[in-house]
């Protein structure tokens, strides 16, 4: 697969539609291999557009970007994937997880950080300032399975890179969590993984109460969640710790 990236320096480039440089990767079974890069500072749109076609391009990964540029490049097959931030090496590691998990499918699984290794440990206010993300597939009447717990025994604060990657690697869906940083949504977004935030109670509480919320069941005096932008699902949220 093409991937065409915006990059700024070594980072995403904030603003697809005036980026300066684009870069071109393949990825094939996990393998990143660069192909290309060029300066695009002085191109139009249209001039953006046949790059990508000459390239070859089937998805483009970039920050923000107008609904115009992204019309345009749904309308040339080209699958964008916005709200991406961070170091290129980084989001491409997890991008191309993602691809090996899609490619693979199987049960959706929710990630939820906690302050401890079980189910009926409490919601940790934080991603990235939390020392265990509980891996669970929903399991409906037959109650919800718990296939990882990702810590190693780190302390709170680790890197939430790394975090970011595991979790597609755990073919992770959706993170539930109190709140997010703009560095870990951006990775998350990569990864696809859908971010929900304001999330709080224990660990089994919130998971029914995502699951309810997602159906149109709202729970009494409940506060639903409510979405990052991981995944490109939802709106984009500011400041907040990583």
């Given at each position: 697969m093409r991937v065409a990236v915006t990059v700024f320096g070594s980072t995403i480039s904030p603003l697809c539609d005036a980026a300066r440089r684009i870069m071109l990767v393949e990825i094939i079974d996990g393998e990143i291999r660069r192909l290309d890069e060029q300066e695009v500072g002085g191109l139009d749109?249209?001039?953006?557009?046949?790059?990508?076609?000459?390239?070859?391009?089937?998805?483009?990964?970039?920050?923000?970007?107008s609904g115009f540029l992204r019309h345009a490049l749904d309308g040339r097959g080209v699958g964008v994937y916005p709200w991406v931030t961070g170091e290129v090496d980084e989001v491409l590691r997890v991008f191309a997880a993602r691809i090996a998990r899609e490619a693979e499918g199987g049960p959706e699984r929710i990630a939820v950080t906690a302050t401890g290794p079980s189910l009926e440990d409490r919601v940790a206010p934080s991603f990235g300032r939390?020392?265990?993300?509980?891996?669970?597939?929903?399991?409906?009447?037959?109650?919800?399975?718990?296939?990882?717990?990702?810590?190693?025994?780190?302390?709170?604060?680790?890197?939430?890179?790394?975090?970011?990657?595991?979790?597609?690697?755990a073919r992770v869906n959706v993170v539930l969590t109190g709140r997010c940083g703009p560095n870990a949504?951006?990775?998350?977004?990569?990864?696809?993984?859908?971010?929900?935030?304001?999330?709080?109670?224990?660990?089994?509480?919130?998971?029914?109460?995502?699951?309810?919320?997602?159906?149109?069941?709202?729970?009494?005096?409940?506060?639903?969640?409510?979405?990052?932008?991981?995944?490109?699902?939802?709106?984009?949220?500011?400041?907040?710790?990583?």
């Open positions: 749109v249209s001039g953006r557009l046949m790059l990508l076609s000459k390239w070859g391009a089937r998805a483009l990964i970039c920050g923000a970007i939390c020392s265990h993300h509980l891996v669970v597939e929903p399991g409906g009447a037959r109650g919800d399975k718990l296939v990882e717990v990702i810590s190693d025994g780190l302390q709170p604060g680790w890197a939430c890179t790394e975090v970011a990657h595991r979790l597609v690697l949504q951006g990775l998350l977004a990569a990864g696809g993984v859908e971010v929900v935030l304001g999330v709080e109670g224990q660990v089994v509480d919130a998971i029914r109460l995502f699951i309810q919320g997602r159906r149109g069941q709202p729970a009494p005096g409940a506060t639903r969640g409510r979405r990052g932008r991981g995944g490109g699902a939802g709106r984009r949220r500011r400041g907040g710790q990583r």
